[in-house]
C-alpha cells in the first residue's frame, strides 16, 4: 500500500498570502494518479487537481499543482478568506486503489 | 449537472448491518465508476470501494470481508452494505463519481487515461453505532 504523507499538519497564514502545501509518497507514483481535494467544515470534499497539475472545472487559477514521483505540492497564490479549509491529496494505486493523505488544515492567522 | 443524493440509516446498533443508497441525477450512469468513502469524525478520508454499471467490484482490502456495493441500473443507484458494524464504522458516508470506465477507447490504467479522482460527491450521510 502506497502511504501519502502531507506536511504541515496545521498551517496559520494571512488572507493574501501564499500557501504551499506538501504530499509525500511512500513509493514513486505516476503524476497521473494524484489529485487534490478540499473540504470546507461540514460540506464534501471538492475536486481542485487532478493529474497532479491539471485544473478541474470551475477551480480559480490561484490553486496551482505541481511534482512529481514522490514529492507533490498545492500551491494557492494569494489567499481568499474561502480558501481556508482542510485539503487531501489521493492517489490511485493497486491495493486499495484510492489512499488518501491525512489532510492539511489551512486557517487564518 | 450531475447530482448525486444519498440516504440510509443514521443510527445503527453494534453487529447490525449498514444499508445506504446513492441516486445519480442529471448524467451518464453507466460509464462511470462510482465509489464510497467515507469519514470518521475529526478524522480523514477512507476509500470503501467502487463498482461499475456492469456490477464489477474493487473494495479496500481492509474492508472486504464485510463490504457489499451493488449496483441498479434501472434507477442509476448503487447501495452499500456494511455488516456486523462497531462504533469504528462511525463516520460520514460519502458516495462519489469516479473516472469514466473508457474514454475514447482507453481504459483506465492504459496510457492515455488520466481520470484518477472523485469529481462529484453527494452531500454525505452520518453514520452512528452506538448500543
Known amino acids: 500500500e502506497i502511504v501519502l504523507t502531507q506536511s504541515p499538519g496545521t498551517l496559520s497564514l494571512s488572507p493574501g498570502e501564499r500557501a504551499t502545501l506538501s504530499c509525500r509518497a511512500s513509493q514513486s507514483i505516476s503524476s497521473s494518479y494524484l489529485a487534490w481535494y478540499q473540504q470546507r467544515p461540514g460540506q464534501a470534499p471538492r475536486l481542485l487537481i487532478y493529474g497532479a497539475s491539471s485544473r478541474a472545472t470551475g477551480i480559480p487559477d490561484r490553486f496551482s499543482g505541481s511534482g512529481s514521483g514522490t514529492d507533490f505540492t498545492l500551491t494557492i497564490s494569494r489567499l481568499e478568506p474561502e480558501d481556508f479549509a482542510v485539503y487531501y491529496c489521493?492517489?490511485?494505486?493497486?491495493?486499495?486503489?484510492?489512499?488518501f493523505g491525512q489532510g492539511t488544515k489551512l486557517e487564518i492567522k | 449537472q450531475v447530482q448525486l443524493q444519498q440516504w440510509g440509516a443514521g443510527l445503527l446498533k453494534p453487529s447490525e448491518t449498514l444499508s445506504l443508497t446513492c441516486a445519480v441525477y442529471g448524467g451518464s450512469f453507466s460509464g462511470y465508476y462510482w465509489s464510497w468513502i467515507r469519514q470518521p469524525p475529526g478524522k480523514g478520508l477512507e476509500w470503501i470501494g467502487e463498482?461499475?454499471?456492469?456490477?464489477?467490484?474493487n473494495y479496500n482490502p481492509s474492508l472486504k470481508s464485510r463490504v457489499t456495493i451493488s449496483v441498479d441500473t434501472s434507477k442509476n443507484q448503487f447501495s452499500l452494505k456494511l455488516n456486523s458494524v462497531t462504533a469504528a464504522d462511525t463516520a460520514v458516508y460519502y458516495c462519489?463519481?469516479?473516472?469514466?470506465?473508457?474514454?475514447?477507447?482507453?481504459?483506465?490504467?492504459?496510457?492515455?487515461?488520466?481520470?484518477?479522482?472523485?469529481?462529484?460527491w453527494g452531500k454525505g450521510t452520518t453514520v452512528t453505532v452506538s448500543s
Open positions: 462519489a463519481r469516479g473516472g469514466p470506465t473508457m474514454i475514447r477507447g482507453v481504459i483506465r490504467g492504459a496510457p492515455g487515461y488520466y481520470y484518477y479522482y472523485m469529481d462529484v
Open positions: 463498482i461499475n454499471h456492469s456490477g464489477s467490484t
Open positions: 489521493q492517489q490511485y494505486g493497486s491495493s486499495p486503489l484510492y489512499t
